[in-house]
């Protein structure tokens, strides 16, 4: 295993596979995809910044 910094929190975490964001990171952006996954299957067709304003997802 390698020691790497969280691409999204700059905290050092072991790193072993995937993309490059610590454990902690990793269950946040999954809950968040969910919930935007969720919204899109409910209001289909809707666009980005609906989807952003109404999960409180922040665009990057």
Do not use: H, W
Not at 7 to 33: L, S
Not at 50 to 56: A, F, G, I, N, Y
């Amino acid at each position: 295993m390698e020691v790497k910094v969280c691409a999204r929190c700059k905290k050092m975490y072991q790193y072993i596979t995937g993309p490059n964001v610590c454990p902690k990171c990793k269950q946040i952006e999954e809950e968040q995809f969910q919930k935007v996954k969720e919204y899109l299957r409910e209001n289909p067709g809707a666009n980005m910044n609906k989807v952003s304003d109404e999960t409180k997802y922040q665009l990057n």
